[in-house]
């Protein structure tokens, strides 16, 4: 029996904008936009492996969470029969591969599931974290994969979120969480990439752009973006690749970065936050700096490609393979005026 998941999550993301546009208008454009939005994902044309995956979430065995936790760790946990346990296994490794977690289903002894992603997300959450004040704020996770944070971020207080990627994969091992966690959590993703947004929505207190800065060719269009989306006096939590410098130093590597063809500036900490000032925001810190370690980054079961080690050099892993800087990356906190 097919359950409907995904038809009950969309039905919840369109009840939540409606109940925002009463308060503030510009959420009317978003719902406008909403049915294209979440068309364009389905469409088979676009996404070949769409329906597939669709499948994989619609065959999910219906079970209600006996609990969840979102405070240190994303989790349901499951009263369920070893054979549903054995199916839900199957039905997840057909959404491989899962880059951004981990998700825990558990269900007792050798009934629990453990999607051991290629990230641990957690280890950049407990970085940021300490820096944020959620309680009752609308948040905006852009780049958000496969929703990871924004589950983490309900957690610490959100009011609500809205998970922005456009990737199809990411959408629907969304879904796949959603159907255990429950899909009333206030949590919902929209498969499209910050530039597909209405302009100047100024609907979120919280905006995040964390790992999305690099792959961005023009940097100081995508901060426009951002701070669009944020009310007067929201804050911006930006999360990027940096190097080592002064307030003139950016890398902007020849080809590839790590093995990523699509890595176009990474500034310093002191350049980065001469951008955020010229992009017009304000109270500018770096609250985190980490180098990325393959204890973080590696591959596993769920993720079984090549990943970080294979990107660094063998003699040095101080470089990578094209001989720069390993990645190291800087948590930002800022404010539009």
Not at 172 to 187: E, N, R, Y
Not at 309 to 315: E, I, S, T
Request: with cysteine; charged share 25%; hydrophobic share 40%.
């Amino acid at each position: 029996m097919m359950n409907n998941t995904i038809f009950k999550a969309e039905q919840a993301l369109y009840l939540h904008l409606l109940q925002v546009s009463r308060y503030h208008p510009k959420a009317g454009e978003w719902l406008s936009c909403l049915p294209i939005w979440l068309a364009k994902i389905k469409d088979k044309s676009r996404y070949a492996h769409a329906p597939f995956y669709a499948s994989a979430i619609d065959r999910l065995p219906e079970t209600t969470a006996l609990a969840i936790r979102l405070t240190d760790r994303v989790e349901a946990v499951l009263d369920w029969q070893v054979s549903d346990f054995k199916k839900t296994h199957s039905l997840l490794k057909n959404l491989k591969p899962w880059r951004k977690g981990p998700f825990y289903l558990s269900g007792g002894a050798e009934k629990s599931i453990h999607i051991d992603t290629e990230w641990r997300s957690d280890f950049k959450w407990e970085r940021v974290r300490p820096h944020l004040q959620l309680q009752g704020k609308r948040v905006l996770d852009v780049g958000g994969g496969s929703g990871y944070h924004g589950f983490r971020m309900l957690g610490d207080g959100a009011k609500s979120v809205i998970v922005i990627d456009p990737s199809c994969l990411f959408y629907h091992q969304f879904m796949a969480m959603k159907h255990f966690l429950g899909v009333d959590l206030p949590v919902h993703y929209i498969p499209v990439p910050l530039e597909s947004l209405p302009k100047d929505s100024e609907l979120f207190d919280v905006v995040f752009s964390m790992g999305v800065l690099y792959h961005r060719i023009s940097p100081f269009e995508h901060l426009e973006q951002l701070k669009a989306q944020l009310n007067k006096g929201g804050t911006l939590v930006l999360e990027t690749l940096v190097v080592d410098g002064d307030e003139h130093t950016v890398l902007v590597p020849h080809e590839r970065y790590a093995q990523m063809n699509n890595v176009y500036f990474l500034p310093s900490v002191a350049a980065l936050t001469k951008w955020l000032l010229k992009a017009g925001f304000s109270e500018v810190s770096c609250v985190d700096v980490s180098i990325t370690s393959t204890d973080e980054q590696r591959a596993t079961e769920w993720m079984d490609y090549h990943s970080l080690v294979d990107f660094l050099d063998d003699a040095d892993n101080s470089k990578t393979i094209e001989g720069y800087p390993a990645p190291k990356r800087a948590t930002m906190i800022a404010k539009r005026p």
